[in-house]
T-cell receptor, first 119, second 114 residues
Framework: AQKITQTQPGMFVQEKEAVTLDCTYDTSDQSYGLFWYKQPSSGEMIFLIYQGSYDEQNATEGRYSLNFQKARKSANLVISASQLGDSAMYFCAMREVNPSGGGADGLTFGKGTHLIIQP | ETGVTQTPRHLVMGMTNKKSLKCEQHLGHNAMYWYKQSAKKPLELMFVYSLEERVENNSVPSRFSPECPNSSHLFLHLHTLQPEDSALYLC?????????????FGPGTRLTVL
């Protein structure tokens, strides 16, 4: 079974500072994907960044980067130069790669981190 | 319309009512999902459809009944719900080709059961 742990229920960060949101995972699968989503108060789950278990380079998307440490089973999200609009819930999630090459599989989510950016 | 849309955005219903949630994806994806997000709990997968066939049902009570008439539309039919079913219901879609493909979510339906 897969499990995602986010140990920071809430964080306060000054605007323009960098912030790291922690995520550790547990799985017996060899092939899997790790995801980060942002959920503003409106409720929509917005995809931010993806890291494949076999990717050697850490994923980056604009101000978002994923610090992937496979041996430690951690996939921390780093947001550089934080902005007031970054205030939201952030969820780490994972899913296995379907070994048969087809079908679909749901995401396993962590409990989330509530990030508040202060001016 | 682009991305994944859901209607209605808000729904209040009594325990004896019957209602349906609708999800439509405009991304050309071949898999769709229903998730439930209750207060202070992680998102829970409810149903998965791949190529319009249900492939996973995470022991969801029968008062929730999904329907996937084609690859673009997904419904969740609700009947005789309980107050504890009040939650945000999120629909998602993805293109499945044997990798851990990204799921894209709709804005959700916030359901209140009285």
């Amino acid at each position: 079974a897969q499990k995602i742990t986010q140990t920071q229920p809430g964080m306060f960060v000054q605007e323009k500072e960098a912030v790291t949101l922690d995520c550790t995972y547990d799985t017996s699968d060899q092939s899997y994907g790790l995801f980060w989503y942002k959920q503003p108060s409106s409720g929509e789950m917005i995809f931010l960044i993806y890291q494949g278990s076999y990717d050697e380079q850490n994923a980056t998307e604009g101000r978002y980067s994923l610090n992937f440490q496979k041996a430690r089973k951690s996939a921390n999200l780093v947001i550089s130069a934080s902005q007031l609009g970054d205030s939201a819930m952030y969820f780490c999630a994972m899913r296995e790669v379907n070994p048969s090459g087809g079908g679909a599989d749901g995401l396993t989510f962590g409990k989330g981190t509530h990030l508040i950016i202060q001016p | 319309e682009t991305g994944v849309t859901q209607t209605p955005r808000h729904l209040v219903m009594g325990m004896t009512n019957k209602k349906s949630l609708k999800c439509e994806q405009h991304l050309g994806h071949n898999a769709m999902y229903w998730y439930k997000q209750s207060a202070k709990k992680p998102l829970e997968l409810m149903f998965v459809y791949s190529l319009e066939e249900r492939v996973e049902n995470n022991s969801v009570p029968s008062r929730f009944s999904p329907e996937c008439p084609n690859s673009s539309h997904l419904f969740l039919h609700l009947h005789t719900l309980q107050p504890e079913d009040s939650a945000l219901y999120l629909c998602a879609s993805s293109w499945e080709d044997g990798r851990a493909d990204t799921q894209y979510f709709g804005p959700g339906t916030r359901l209140t059961v009285l």
